[in-house]
């Protein structure tokens, strides 16, 4: 048998088979979706809850259970994913935690006593700031984070927006802040300075929310698109989302855009909740109270919205997120003390339940993160 003649690496053939290797390992790592956990925060639980999420079924395996200090709500992590901080209630408090990037793994550092109990916390894309929106104040407090990455007790900036404030979501730019408001049925416009942490008005300060007197929208909670300069948001009091312009340059907003999370011709008492998009920005979801649901969207290349369908979930369902991949959906049922697990048509954005999950009382907060 002759020996095989070695192939020379200036041979044309050599050089597009060696090619051709390179790009199919590039594609096979790039279909390879990063490892992820899902956590979950709980109120009368007072714990927070870690899941793996299987990628290729969506399934959830308890990893860690963090009991807290209080009641936790809301909760944010860092950019680089290395810290969580957690809201608690009753008293109010911010609650840092490390997190081990390739475990998942939570470690409660110190929490820090506050006077108001947040409704929403956001960190701001530098690590530095913490954003807090408190319902019941109708204010905006702006914190430090110091060096071992605990929150300083004391604002750096308490900022009077309105009664009912809800969220406060830094945009990716890290430049920009929103401020829902159901109590006035408006939305506050701010600018962000990533240096000092500190917010100042914009110009208007304030976007009307839509509706009417005797039905206002109250927006609650919003989602930037992941492309596009839009942001979506969620309506508390007329059961609604609306669609926005963002100017990049100047951080104003504009509605262009609203349609209603029920279906046709049902009657009942409802209030919206959460809204998320999907990673591609191809489909929107917003959950309903009341009828139990969360409500699905299309999302054309101009950012219009069109109405696709309702899918039962659990009891409440507050707080849900998408996962990273944008294959799945968690909403977690307050009231049920359940998660609910759905799979995402990638075709046509329908979800089809392929799980449901007891937790502690009162599941609140929901959030998928990537792992290392």
């Not at 079924?57 to 009991?67: C, H, I, M, N, P």
């Not at 839009?230 to 262009?256: C, H, I, M, P």
């Amino acid at each position: 048998m002759k020996p095989a003649m070695p192939l020379e690496l200036s041979s044309p053939i050599t050089f597009f088979l060696l090619i051709a290797c390179v790009l199919l390992l590039s594609a096979c790592s790039a279909a390879t979706p990063a490892r992820q956990v899902l956590y979950v925060s709980t109120g009368q639980g007072q714990a927070l809850l870690a899941y793996t999420i299987n990628n290729d079924t969506g399934q959830l395996t308890e990893l860690q259970r963090v009991d807290l200090p209080g009641p936790a709500g809301t909760f944010a992590l860092t950019d680089d994913g290395g810290h969580l901080y957690a809201a608690l209630n009753n008293p109010g408090r911010l609650q840092a935690l490390a997190r081990d990037t390739t475990t998942g793994q939570l470690t409660l550092l110190e929490a820090v006593e506050i006077t108001t109990f947040p409704t929403y916390i956001d960190i701001d894309h530098t690590g530095k700031f913490a954003l807090t929106a408190s319902y019941g104040a109708g204010v905006v407090h702006s914190y430090a984070i110091k060096d071992d990455r605990t929150l300083n007790p004391s604002p750096i900036q308490t900022t009077n927006t309105d009664k009912n404030a809800h969220a406060c979501l830094i945009d990716p730019t890290n430049r920009f802040v929103y401020v829902p408001h159901t109590g006035p049925n408006a939305i506050y416009q701010f600018l962000f300075d990533a240096t000092t942490g500190k917010l100042s008005p914009n110009s208007p300060i304030v976007v009307a929310g839509g509706g009417t007197p005797e039905q206002p929208q109250g927006p609650r909670h919003y989602v930037y698109h992941p492309r596009l300069d839009r942001l979506y948001v969620v309506n508390e009091l007329d059961s609604s989302v609306s669609a926005y312009t963002l100017d990049r340059k100047t951080g104003q907003l504009q509605r262009f855009q609203s349609l209603p999370t029920l279906p046709e011709r049902w009657e009942g008492k409802n209030t919206c909740a959460d809204i998320h998009v999907t990673p591609d920005g191809n489909f929107l979801y917003a959950s309903n109270r009341g009828h139990d649901s969360i409500a699905a969207y299309r999302i054309d290349e101009d950012g219009l919205l069109s109405f696709i369908d309702t899918y039962p979930t659990e009891a409440v369902p507050r707080e849900f997120t998408i996962d990273l991949t944008g294959r799945y959906l968690y909403a977690a049922g307050m009231r049920a003390n359940k998660l609910a697990a759905y799979s995402i048509d990638a075709r046509t954005g329908e979800l089809t339940r392929i799980g449901t999950y007891d937790t502690p009382a009162a599941p609140a907060w929901v959030e998928a993160v990537k792992l290392d």
